[in-house]
T-cell receptor, first 115, second 117 residues
Framework: EAGVTQFPSHSVIEKGQTVTLRCDPISGHDNLYWYRRVMGKEIKFLLHFVKESKQDESGMPNNRFLAERTGGTYSTLKVQPAELEDSGVYFC?????????????FGPGTRLLVL | GDSVTQMEGPVTLSEEAFLTINCTYTATGYPSLFWYVQYPGEGLQLLLKATKADDKGSNKGFEATYRKETTSFHLEKGSVQVSDSAVYFCALSPAGAGGTSYGKLTFGQGTILTVHP
């Protein structure tokens, strides 16, 4: 079974540009999460999809970030326009809740550097 | 809100040494607790988990016990190897109704472990 995949693995952009990150969850997983780790700090939650619906977007830092999950499969996270403080590693995770328990499986992350 | 505190690193050990990485948490009810590991150049992998008080999670020689009374989930390994060098993250997911656990993970800041031959 394929794991969670993310694209690109690395991205270097200039301040003010736009970047779109993609996440493909494990097949059949309804839950998809985005997280971010900035400058060696803790990994922080951004948002949670259940199928195509946003279940919780309380972690989205501001309106420069837009996440979509059309059709309930893969998801994209767009940053427009990017700022220096957006640099970090963006992780995607997916899960299937079973019996009241959930384990999230993570992708390798996208390393974003904004210059 | 929920929070997780890990011991500060980095931690440097010699091969076959005993490892402890402390983790304490603040949360309501009975969250599920996790240890994730990130090896160099790779993504996060689930190392072990525990879903209720006094549960012990174990994997690859690592273990951690869910201690409700001390709100802790310390990671231990009796004899580390060079291949254990990685960043270790403690995390929790919130308690839900009826003993469920679901939703966003709250992570500690991560502990870098380096094991020398």
């Amino acid at each position: 079974e394929a794991g969670v995949t993310q694209f690109p693995s690395h991205s270097v952009i200039e301040k003010g540009q736009t970047v779109t990150l993609r996440c493909d969850p494990i097949s059949g997983h309804d839950n998809l999460y985005w997280y971010r780790r900035v400058m060696g700090k803790e990994i922080k939650f951004l948002l949670h999809f259940v199928k195509e619906s946003k279940q919780d977007e309380s972690g989205m830092p501001n309106n420069r970030f837009l996440a979509e999950r059309t059709g309930g499969t893969y998801s994209t996270l767009k940053v427009q326009p990017a700022e220096l403080e957006d640099s970090g590693v963006y992780f995607c995770a997916s899960s299937h809740q079973e019996g009241g328990e959930e384990t999230q499986y993570f992708g390798p992350g996208t390393r974003l550097l904004v210059l | 809100g929920d929070s997780v505190t890990q011991m500060e690193g980095p931690v440097t050990l010699s091969e076959e040494a005993f490892l402890t990485i402390n983790c304490t948490y603040t949360a309501t009810g009975y969250p599920s607790l996790f240890w994730y590991v990130q090896y160099p150049g790779e993504g996060l992998q689930l190392l072990l988990k525990a879903t209720k008080a006094d549960d012990k999670g174990s994997n690859k020689g690592f273990e951690a016990t869910y201690r409700k009374e001390t709100t802790s989930f310390h990671l231990e390994k009796g004899s580390v190897q060079v291949s254990d060098s990685a960043v270790y993250f403690c995390a929790l997911s919130p308690a839900g109704a009826g003993g469920t656990s679901y939703g966003k993970l709250t992570f500690g800041q991560g502990t870098i472990l380096t094991v020398h031959p």
